[in-house]
């Protein structure tokens, strides 16, 4: 049998403190895939499902991250999904994140405004539309994905863009206002 290097064993143990945090925030409305791997600060709240792929890696080292699932809501990360510090996922409903997506600092993905667009803000909630996001994208810095947002395969958010509707396959958004950089396929 070999053991593990120091430097593996030392990471490890870095490690176990965050996921065992996260495990235990999670309770029964969570399920986690082989090798996720939790560095730093990782915040759940809610009573909402949270279900994590394999592979998946939440680095809240630089700034926490915070996921936010209320009572009928769920976030889904897909295998392989990169999550790095000051992110903040927000889901009343659905919030969906396929496979070997990359998340930039800070990018900020809510299911619900919270508040209507007009009239009395403090009279009623907007229904929550569910937000998407294919395999294999990257979504930039300071990102915003607002309810409804639906990110086709392959496709790149740059920093800062805002998001609410549905964008193509393979296509590249920059910009504000958000502009098609690259074309992509339906």
């Known amino acids: 049998m070999m053991l593990p290097s120091p430097a593996a064993l030392l990471t490890s143990l870095a490690e176990l403190p965050a996921q065992a945090r996260l495990r235990w925030l999670a309770r029964r409305s969570a399920s986690f895939g082989m090798n996720v791997r939790v560095l730093g600060r990782v915040y759940l709240h809610g009573t909402g499902e949270l279900h ?6 939440l680095d809240g ?5 915070d996921l936010h699932c209320q009572e009928d809501g769920v ?3 897909g295998r392989g999904v990169r999550v790095a510090g000051g992110v903040s996922i927000e889901a009343l409903l659905r919030i969906e994140i396929g496979d070997e997506t990359r998340i930039g600092g800070f990018a900020k993905i809510l299911d619900n405004n919270f508040h209507p667009l007009s009239g009395d803000r403090h009279e009623t909630r907007p229904p929550s539309l569910p937000v998407t996001v294919g395999k294999n994208c990257s979504i930039g810095w300071r990102a ?12 790149e958010l740059c920093p800062g863009v805002v998001v609410s509707r549905r964008i193509p ?3 590249r958004i920059a910009g504000s206002p958000p502009r098609l950089v690259r074309p992509g396929s339906e």
């Not at 915003?144 to 496709?155: N, S």
């Open 52 to 57: 994590v792929g394999d592979d998946v890696e």
């Open 61 to 65: 080292r630089a700034a926490a991250i």
């Open 169 to 171: 396959a393979n296509a």
């Open 144 to 155: 915003i994905l607002l309810p409804g947002a639906r990110v086709g395969d392959g496709t």
């Open 75 to 77: 976030i889904v990360l």
